[in-house]
């Protein structure tokens, strides 16, 4: 990365890095992982702390995501103006369902995590807000791929993608993925089974935008033990509810 990278994009790396693992890092450490120098990861972090975008705490020295970067991704959060009403109905279902209830999108080829209700959790399985989920674990990713268009550039991108084992349950065959897709695009929602997290089941629904396309989605996560199927039926109902609601503002 040192040779071929600019002074940019070391810096843009740097930022990426520093939203990973621990979300704090020395400039050692981010020197060794990127494969940047360490006068230079100092002299760009330096920068930024000027500006910022990272912060140095000075008891442990390490530099962590500053105010202004957390400024940045919230003009992307509200981005959609009925943001709001959004996150509302999400909560709505929270309370309806006593579980753990989030709204997610895909952008560019990445899901990401927009929103996780906290209002009746009796057992936290939340994601932190920005996080990316794999195209083939998961309520998120499932639900978001499985109506992909066109279905040709999904075949490709699948025949790209390394697939992550996430447990033992996570689906890594491509053709039996796409079988997966398949069958949520006939039934209109996703189940995920353990495939994320052992012990942990997550159903999703899809939500459409005015162009009838589906950019969205919100999930249910909830402990395995604690459904049994007319739990999912019912969840099932309310998502879908909650997704045609939703569906009102998005463009």
């Known amino acids: 990365m040192e040779s071929k990278s600019t002074a940019i994009n070391k810096a843009l790396q740097i930022m990426k890095t520093l939203s ?13 992982k990127l494969n940047i120098n360490r006068t230079t990861v100092y002299r760009i972090l330096q920068e930024l702390e000027q ?16 105010p202004v970067l957390y400024h940045v991704g ?5 981005r959609n103006h ?19 209830v989030g ?3 895909i952008d560019n080829m990445k899901i990401m995590n927009l929103y996780e209700s906290e209002v009746n959790m009796p057992v936290k399985i939340t994601y932190q807000y920005g996080t990316y989920f794999p195209i083939n674990a998961g309520a998120y990713g499932k639900t978001l791929m499985a109506f992909y268009e066109p279905l040709e550039e999904l ?30 695009r006939e039934q209109g929602y ?11 089941m997550g ?8 162009k009838g396309k589906v950019t969205s989605c919100i999930a249910i996560a909830a402990v395995k033990a604690t459904l049994n199927k007319e739990d999912i039926k019912d969840f099932v109902v309310l998502l879908k509810k909650g997704a045609q609601e939703i569906s009102k503002y998005v463009y």
Do not use: C, H, W
């Open 190 to 200: 996703a189940i995920s089974d353990e495939e994320n997290l052992i012990g942990a």
């Open 74 to 78: 919230t003009k992307y959060l509200y």
């Open 20 to 32: 990973e693992g621990d979300y704090a890092y020395s400039v050692i450490e981010i020197s060794a």
């Open 203 to 210: 159903i999703g629904v899809p939500v459409y935008n005015g």
């Open 155 to 184: 075949e490709q991108i699948l025949k790209n993608t390394v697939l992550e084992k996430r447990t033992l349950y996570t689906i890594t065959d491509k053709e039996q993925l796409m079988n997966e897709y398949k069958k949520i």
């Open 82 to 100: 009925n943001f709001d009403q959004i996150r509302a109905i999400v909560d709505e279902i929270a309370l309806k369902t006593k579980q753990n």
């Open 103 to 105: 709204y997610t999108v």
């Open 51 to 66: 500006e910022m975008f990272v912060v140095q705490n000075k008891t442990d020295k390490k530099y962590r995501i500053g």
